[in-house]
């Protein structure tokens, strides 16, 4: 995955990979994506439907590695709308 993409780009990408049948492929771009610094900056509601998709695939997958993936994606999720000035969007 490059670097850093727009949000609709990796939403594409991860669906992509599950009409595949890749989806653990699709759960690791997901979180690649969410580990760069410039995608926080991006405003929660663009942000929405890719946590979404991300907590599907963990259910989903419901494997033990995957468990651990849910919960710091929720912890990523819950600081960057912590830290959301929402007036601003």
């Known amino acids: 995955m490059a670097l850093f993409s727009k949000p609709e780009t ?4 991860a669906e992509g990979l ?3 049948g890749q989806t ?3 759960l ?3 979180s690649e ?3 760069s610094k410039r995608f926080r900056s991006t405003p929660v509601t663009a ?5 979404i998709r991300f907590m599907e695939l963990c259910v989903e997958l419901r494997k033990g ?4 993936t849910a919960k710091e ?7 960057l709308a912590q830290n959301t000035n929402v007036g601003k969007y």
Do not use: C, D
């Open 24 to 26: 653990h492929a699709a």
């Open 47 to 51: 942000l929405e439907p890719i946590w």
């Open 33 to 35: 994506a969410f580990s």
């Open 18 to 20: 599950v009409s595949v």
């Open 73 to 79: 994606g929720l912890m990523q999720y819950k600081n």
């Open 28 to 30: 690791q771009s997901l």
């Open 65 to 68: 590695r995957t468990g651990r």
């Open 10 to 13: 990796v939403l594409k990408q």
